[in-house]
């Protein structure tokens, strides 16, 4: 029998209500190794729920049980000190999971064994999805249950701390700023922490352009924090020139095709230089075609681990070509199960993801051919799982003589702690760069 469990069921049968509660909303039963000590301890939260006092005696009538040992477990523990006892429980909690953990992968090796090639692939990635998942179990407890005090007292907090930052000149949100003041507007300071945000559009519209210039500002401003982007789409030198033209202000297709200036070359290096002395590992970038939400919760905890940095920006690029480890499901269903799996990564970890998306065709027939939540393809539950919907429109797509060919329109359609509304920006497509209009500032960020 393991000490720690005597150590821990003892305490609990000296009958403290603080101790006993604060035990009961730490451990469950699963965390005890020794059956004795975890019927004791499933016994113990039951006589609680009841009303029932806890102590050997009643312990020992209601189970069945030798009173003397039960005695021995309560008598081997000193007067229980709240601060001992924690650190008792979140030991626990530590062996549980290395001993689940092991288990685990025994039987996942075992199954892998008897796999069949065709399917060794898929049930990888659900191994990994599932090691992810016994990880990070418990790491969110306090967060999912706690006393309403604690939720009012976390919204003053929060409150107060967006007012201190609008009085300070700031914006007052801790969101992650885009870098475009009519955008950070009119979505409370920028792409919120541990929230999904869609951004979607038809092709050509400009939506990865826009995700990788927020990325990279993003980058800029908020140093305590690591970022990732992962792209399913363009693999590295794609995106590479893309970052480097927009930090450079130099053409892109010039890059591309060879065409560009020996003064290109001497502002492509300055903005490689910026790139060395300002990222330090803060930017990550995946490229990995079919990747699935288990390779990004993967990647994003390697991220996390390697720089001891809390998780900011995550952009997605983009949700269509993701892949589902689930079989047999619809492709409204895949998505569905893909973007609910982004939402949670977000819930998690605390990261701002945006996920990028297409649009159903359907809204080219109409006249206005701006995107409503409707167009949102392949699930209805897209908008569903989103805290943020957000979509890029360009008039000069459909009209190239419009009278503003550079405006480009980020139209919030769900906000839900927020305003809808629309924010105008300035699309240099030479440049692969996208600026605010109010400043026409967004090459060096």
Same mark, same amino acid.
């Given at each position: ?8 069921? =003892?305490?609990? @049968? ?34 609680? %729920? +009841? ?18 040992? &039960? *005695? ?11 601060? $001992? ?28 064994? $008897? ?14 999805? #599932? ?53 950070? %507007? ?37 140093? %305590? ?18 970052? &480097? ?37 803060? *930017?990550?970038? &995946?490229?990995?075609? =079919? ?5 990004? /919760?993967?990647? @994003? ?15 997605? +690029? ?10 047999? &499901?619809?492709?409204? +269903? ?30 080219? #027939?109409?006249?206005? $051919? ?30 190239? %003589? ?11 359609? $769900? ?9 105008? *920006? ?10 605010? /209009? ?8």
């Amino acid at each position: 029998m393991s000490k720690l469990e005597r150590q821990i069921v =003892g305490s609990m @049968l000296w009958g403290l209500p603080a101790v006993n509660h604060h035990l009961k909303g730490q451990l469950a039963a699963p965390d005890f190794s020794d059956p004795l000590c975890q019927r004791v301890f499933v016994e113990i939260c039951e006589a609680m %729920d +009841d009303g029932a006092d806890v102590d050997s005696l009643v312990v020992s009538e209601r189970l069945g049980v030798s009173l003397a040992e &039960l *005695l021995e477990m309560e008598n081997g523990v000193d007067a229980p000190e709240q601060g $001992k006892i924690s650190a008792w429980g979140h030991e626990l909690v530590r062996v549980s999971k290395r001993r689940r953990f092991s288990q685990f992968l025994a039987n996942a090796s075992a199954k892998l064994g $008897k796999c069949p090639p065709s399917q060794v692939a898929s049930a990888i990635s659900k191994i990994v999805e #599932r090691a992810f998942e016994i990880s990070i179990e418990g790491s969110t407890q306090e967060v999912a249950f706690m006393p309403f005090e604690r939720v009012v007292q976390a919204t003053i907090e929060d409150t107060r701390a967006r007012w201190e930052a609008e009085r300070a000149g700031g914006v007052g949100a801790p969101g992650l700023a885009t870098g475009y003041p009519e955008l950070d %507007d009119l979505i409370g300071g920028g792409i919120q922490p541990a929230e999904l945000t869609l951004l979607g559009g038809r092709p050509s519209m400009g939506k990865s352009l826009l995700a990788g210039n927020i990325l990279r500002q993003c980058v800029s401003r908020v140093r %305590d924090r690591c970022h990732m982007l992962v792209s399913l789409e363009m693999g590295h030198l794609s995106v590479g020139r893309r970052f &480097l033209a927009a930090q450079s202000r130099v053409s892109a297709s010039g890059m591309r095709d060879g065409t560009g200036a020996t003064e290109d070359m001497h502002r492509l290096l300055a903005g490689a230089r910026w790139f060395s002395e300002n990222l330090n590992k803060r *930017l990550w970038f &995946l490229d990995r075609p =079919g990747a699935t939400v288990a390779d990004v /919760r993967l990647y @994003l905890q390697r991220m996390m681990d390697s720089t001891g940095l809390p998780p900011g920006l995550v952009v997605i +690029d983009h949700l269509h070509l993701m892949r589902s480890t689930q079989r047999g &499901l619809s492709q409204g +269903d895949k998505i569905s199960a893909i973007s609910e799996g982004c939402l949670h990564i977000a819930r998690e970890t605390g990261a701002a993801v945006l996920l990028l998306s297409q649009l159903s065709r359907e809204l080219e #027939r109409r006249p206005d $051919k701006r995107p409503i939540l409707a167009d949102l393809r392949d699930s209805g539950t897209l908008e569903q799982n989103a805290n943020n919907v957000m979509f890029v429109y360009r008039q000069s797509v459909y009209e190239p %003589d419009a009278a503003n060919p550079n405006d480009l329109e980020v139209i919030v359609r $769900k906000q839900r702690d927020g305003t809808l509304g629309t924010a105008t *920006l300035f699309y240099n497509a030479a440049e692969q760069l996208i600026s605010s /209009r109010l400043s026409r500032v967004g090459g060096a960020a």
